[in-house]
C-alpha cells in the first residue's frame, strides 16, 4: 500500500482553481498554463514536505478545475506520498452514483491517498446547469450523501429518493480499495445542517475558515463536536476537524506586505472590500514574516481546539508561479516544522491522529488481509438476490446465490 505515514496533524495546500489577471505584469495566463502549474504546485508541495493537495470544483469561468478527477489522476501518478483531496466535491449537481465511481477509482489509482471535502457549492447559475434547483441544495446535499455513503459500503444497493432514478440491485464499480471508501470531509462555510450531517455519519468536518471572524467557524466547528458526540462516535474533542487558511510571506513583514498589496487589491474575492490590514485583521490572511504565520496558526489550537488537518490557499488572485513556489517553500522549510511541533505539544492522547488510509485499513482489520472484491463467473444480476461478489455471500433467504443455499 502506497500511504503517507500517520501523522497527528497535516498540512497542505488548497486550490480553488481560479485564472486570474496578474495585476503586476498584466498578463492572464492561459487555461492551458494553468493547468500546467497546478500540477507543478501540487509536485513541489511534496518536494517541500507538506502533506496533502487539495482542489476545488467549479463548472465555470475563470476557474479552470470541471474535473477534479482527471487532474488528481494525473498528479497521482507523479506524486509518491502526497494525499490527493478536492476543495470542494459537489454533491449537489454530481450524481452520487458517479462520485462513487470516480473517487474509488482514484482511490485505487493513487494507492489510497485519496479523501474528499465534500460541498454544496456556492455558485447559483451552476444547479440549472445540471438539471438541479439551486433552492433543493441542503435537500440534495443531504439524499445524495446518503446514496454515496451507502454504495460506498454496500455490495448491493436498492435505493428510492427525491431527486435520482431509483436504484435496484445496483452494485457501484469498482469498490473501495481494501473495501475503505475514501475519508469524507464535509465542508460548510455557513450551514449547521452540513455540521450535523457530519456529525451523523461520524466524517471529518472542514471549515473554509478564509472569510470571516473566527467566531462564526467556532459556532459551525462547535455544533459538530457536540452532535459528534451526541451520535456515539466519541467524545467531542475527538471528532475529526480541518481548517483553511490563507498567508503571504517574506523574509521580513513590509516586504511582504508591499508585494501581496496589489494582489489583495485586485483579486475579485478582496478588492474593493476592506483594506488588506482590516481583513488580516479579521480573518486568518497573514501576511508577514514566516514567524507572524508560525504565531497565528499556532493560536488555531486555542480558538477551535485540536484539529487534524491545516490547509494554505496560496494560489490564487493571480500570483504567477515562482511567487507560489516560493510561498510553498517558506511553509515547507520555515512554518510548517514548527506549527508540527507546537501543535503537538500537549495534544491529549485520546485526540485522533489525522486520518489516512492506511490507519482506516488497520483499523477495520488488524493484522488480517483487507478483502479486495472480486467478481463470481456467473454473476447473473443482482435484482434475483445473488451477491456479484466470490467473497460476498447474499442476504439470508435470498432465493439464489450463496443464501439461496443456507
Request: net charge negative.
Amino acid at each position: 500500500m502506497n500511504d503517507t505515514n500517520s501523522t497527528a496533524m497535516q498540512f497542505g495546500l488548497m486550490s480553488v482553481s481560479d485564472i486570474t489577471r496578474d495585476p503586476v505584469s498584466g498578463e492572464t495566463p492561459s487555461e492551458a498554463q494553468r493547468i500546467r502549474d497546478i500540477v507543478r504546485i501540487a509536485t513541489h508541495a511534496e518536494e517541500a514536505g507538506l502533506d496533502v493537495f487539495a482542489l476545488g470544483e467549479h463548472h465555470n469561468p475563470p476557474f479552470f478545475s470541471s474535473s477534479p478527477t482527471t487532474t488528481l489522476a494525473f498528479i497521482a501518478a507523479q506524486t509518491e506520498r502526497l494525499i490527493l483531496s478536492t476543495a470542494t466535491t459537489l454533491i449537489t449537481t454530481n450524481d452520487p452514483v458517479k462520485i462513487a465511481e470516480d473517487y474509488a477509482m482514484l482511490q485505487h489509482l493513487a494507492g489510497g491517498r485519496t479523501d474528499l471535502i465534500m460541498g454544496r457549492g456556492n455558485t447559483g447559475p451552476v444547479y440549472p446547469w445540471f438539471g438541479k434547483d439551486i433552492r433543493e441544495g441542503l435537500p440534495l446535499a443531504i439524499e445524495n450523501y446518503q446514496l454515496l455513503h451507502r454504495l460506498w459500503r454496500e455490495d448491493v444497493v436498492d435505493f428510492e429518493g427525491r431527486f435520482r432514478t431509483a436504484l435496484n440491485g445496483f452494485t457501484s464499480t469498482p469498490r473501495p480499495l481494501d473495501d475503505v471508501p475514501p475519508f469524507v470531509w464535509h465542508g460548510s462555510i455557513r450551514t449547521p445542517e452540513i455540521a450535523e450531517q457530519a456529525a451523523y455519519y461520524g466524517d471529518g468536518f472542514f471549515a473554509n475558515n478564509i472569510f470571516w471572524p473566527k467566531e462564526h467557524y467556532q459556532r459551525l466547528i462547535g455544533l459538530y463536536r457536540q452532535r459528534y458526540a451526541h451520535y456515539g462516535h466519541g467524545t467531542p474533542e475527538q471528532a475529526i476537524v480541518g481548517l483553511g487558511g490563507q498567508a503571504f510571506m517574506a523574509k521580513n513583514s513590509q516586504d511582504a506586505a508591499d508585494q501581496f498589496r496589489p494582489y489583495f487589491d485586485n483579486a475579485p474575492v478582496y478588492g474593493n472590500g476592506p483594506t488588506m490590514e482590516d481583513f488580516t485583521e479579521m480573518t486568518p490572511l497573514t501576511v508577514g514574516s514566516p514567524q507572524q504565520v508560525i504565531d497565528r496558526y499556532a493560536s488555531m489550537r486555542d480558538a477551535f481546539g485540536d484539529y487534524q488537518r491545516q490547509l494554505f490557499l496560496m494560489d490564487h488572485a493571480g500570483l504567477p508561479l515562482k511567487m507560489v513556489l516560493e510561498q510553498i517553500d517558506f511553509l515547507g522549510q520555515d512554518v510548517v516544522p514548527v506549527l508540527r511541533r507546537e501543535l503537538q505539544n500537549d495534544r491529549p492522547e485520546t485526540v485522533p491522529d489525522a486520518p489516512t488510509h492506511a490507519a482506516r485499513v488497520t483499523a477495520k482489520y488488524g493484522d488480517d488481509e483487507p478483502r479486495q472484491p472480486r467478481p463470481n463467473a456467473n454473476r447473473g444480476d443482482n435484482v434475483t438476490g445473488g451477491s456479484p461478489y466470490q467473497d460476498a455471500p447474499a442476504p439470508a433467504g435470498s432465493a439464489f446465490g450463496l443464501g439461496g443455499k443456507r
